[in-house]
């Protein structure tokens, strides 16, 4: 079994930056939403730099399930709930343009990245009601839905399902489309002059027109307070070599499970936790679970896990930056809803940089007033400074000699607090034990093998290299090898 994504294309390999430049724009990120935005402004004229930290779409891109749908559980109830019809409909605008995006560029550029249309489903199998609520609101916004009771190889009570969604592989789409705009990547973006329209890289600076930060979680702590707005959640799939449904369907619960096929068989995911809320492990084993009782078929041949940027509205940010910062853009929190939305999103901040209307504009800025959000609002910033308070204080007695194999731990370590790995040769990965980017205390993810950050959901390897934003800066690392005798 491989721990990486089924998504693959025959990709380029870009330069990393060497030197200063002055350019129209630089969007940082090259996941689907900074590659979407890079491409829409190169096509619109503009002479635009993408960098990108490691690899292009090595991040949630490459790693996402790929449903491109406007049938997204029970967010136009909520949207109703919250700010009456008129923002459900046109956030479901929004999905259908985002979508009818995709295909146009499809169709445009003879793409061949395993397009299928096909039904989505949304399903509960404890209760009916939030459901039928959220179909009523659909109904009367305009999107086309039926109401179901029942679902093959599911105990479901309640369905709502959608005709002509699409699924395809991200990379190859994105790999297909012509480059008419510079790359770097192994760039990694460590700050940004806001005022000065400037991108400090670890390879040298970038000024610009224009700034877009598509970090999948903005980076620039001392505007937009996304520290506070935002949060991060944890993910799994894996992939079964059958074919099992030319369907996709979405268990409406928060770590529910998620079914598509895919052109080497069908994947499974699910398991949604808060990143660094590891209370479970066995979260791929679960699945496999599901997926032998649901359709008889045990054989995974991958499994990987992503992470998704929420926020406490289900709506996208994607707009000024922040009041004050005119140059300055962001795109963030697709609340795992990330392809009808990136391909919008990528359209709006092509708009705003040209000067354009876009209807789009107040539904997703990021200085929105968040309705119905609050609580949650309250109880993520709790929950960030009792993490960061309490890992300044929280003491350990356990040392290096109580970690075992394959195992990760928060240790004291000659002396001072760190977070150990010991590898099956025995040998020690020790790297700072607080997030270099607010100084959480950092989580071992025994599924995953990766250390995670509770407050801001930046994750790190066991060397201390960054997997996920928005930490900018690695952990200090050190190998500890095991002396063999003779």
């Known amino acids: 079994m491989k721990f990486e994504s089924v998504w693959k294309c025959e990709k380029r390999n870009y330069p990393a930056l060497d030197g200063d430049a002055e350019r129209d724009v630089v969007v940082i990120g090259g996941g689907i939403a900074g590659y979407l935005t890079a491409f829409k402004l190169a096509e619109a004229g503009q002479f635009v730099t993408l960098i990108e930290a490691d690899k292009l779409f090595c991040g949630t891109t490459g790693r996402t399930t790929a449903k491109i749908t406007y049938n997204q559980g029970g967010v136009y109830y909520d949207l109703y709930y919250n700010n009456g019809f008129e923002v459900p409909k046109l956030y479901y605008k929004a999905q259908i343009d985002g979508m009818r995006g995709f295909k146009e560029l499809k169709d445009k550029f003879c793409i061949e990245c395993d397009w299928a249309e096909t039904n989505g489903y949304i399903f509960s199998c404890s209760s009916e009601t939030r459901l039928k609520r959220t179909f009523s609101v659909m109904q009367d916004i305009g999107a086309e839905c039926e109401w179901e009771s029942a679902l093959t190889h599911y105990d479901a009570i309640a369905v709502i399902k959608s005709r002509r969604q699409y699924l395809f592989d991200p990379l190859k789409f994105l790999c297909a489309l012509p480059v008419r705009f510079e790359i770097f990547e192994h760039t990694r973006a460590l700050d940004v002059d806001v005022r000065n329209k400037?991108?400090?890289?670890?390879?040298?600076?970038?000024?610009?027109?224009?700034?877009?930060?598509?970090?999948?979680?903005?980076?620039?702590?001392?505007?937009?307070?996304?520290?506070?707005?935002?949060?991060?959640?944890?993910?799994?799939?894996?992939?079964?070599?059958?074919?099992?449904?030319?369907?996709?369907?979405?268990?409406?619960?928060?770590?529910?499970?998620?079914?598509?096929?895919?052109?080497?068989?069908?994947?499974?995911?699910?398991?949604?936790?808060?990143?660094?809320?590891?209370?479970?492990?066995?979260?791929?084993?679960?699945?496999?679970?599901?997926?032998?009782?649901?359709?008889?078929?045990d054989t995974v041949t991958n499994c990987w896990s992503a992470e998704d940027v929420m926020t406490f509205d289900g709506m996208p940010m994607a707009g000024l930056y922040a009041k004050g910062t005119e140059g300055v853009y962001v795109i963030t929190g697709f609340n795992k809803w990330g392809m009808a939305n990136s391909m919008t999103c990528a359209n709006l901040i092509r708009d705003l940089i040209l000067g354009k209307e876009n209807e789009f504009a107040k539904l997703f800025s990021s200085q929105r007033k968040v309705k119905g959000g609050t609580g949650a609002f309250v109880s993520n910033a709790l929950t960030n400074v009792k993490e960061i308070t309490m890992g300044y204080f929280r003491l350990t007695a356990k040392t290096e000699a109580d970690v075992a194999k394959g195992t990760g731990a928060i240790v004291k370590y000659n002396g001072k607090k760190r977070a150990v790995y010991r590898d099956e040769e025995d040998n020690l990965h020790v790297i700072g034990s607080m997030c270099p980017h607010m100084h959480g205390e950092l989580k071992w993810n025994a599924d995953t093998h990766t250390w995670d950050c509770p407050c801001h959901g930046s994750r790190f390897d066991i060397y201390g290299n960054i997997l996920s934003e928005p930490a900018a800066k690695t952990c200090k690392y050190i190998k500890v090898e095991t002396k063999k005798e003779g």
């Open 198 to 297: 400037t991108v400090f890289t670890d390879k040298g600076k970038i000024r610009a027109k224009n700034i877009v930060v598509a970090t999948h979680f903005p980076i620039i702590n001392s505007h937009g307070a996304y520290f506070l707005k935002l949060r991060q959640s944890t993910s799994y799939t894996v992939a079964i070599n059958k074919s099992l449904t030319g369907e996709m369907f979405l268990e409406e619960k928060r770590d529910g499970i998620s079914v598509r096929p895919y052109s080497g068989g069908t994947l499974f995911g699910g398991g949604d936790h808060r990143t660094g809320r590891i209370k479970d492990l066995g979260h791929f084993l679960t699945l496999k679970g599901r997926a032998e009782k649901l359709y008889g078929a």
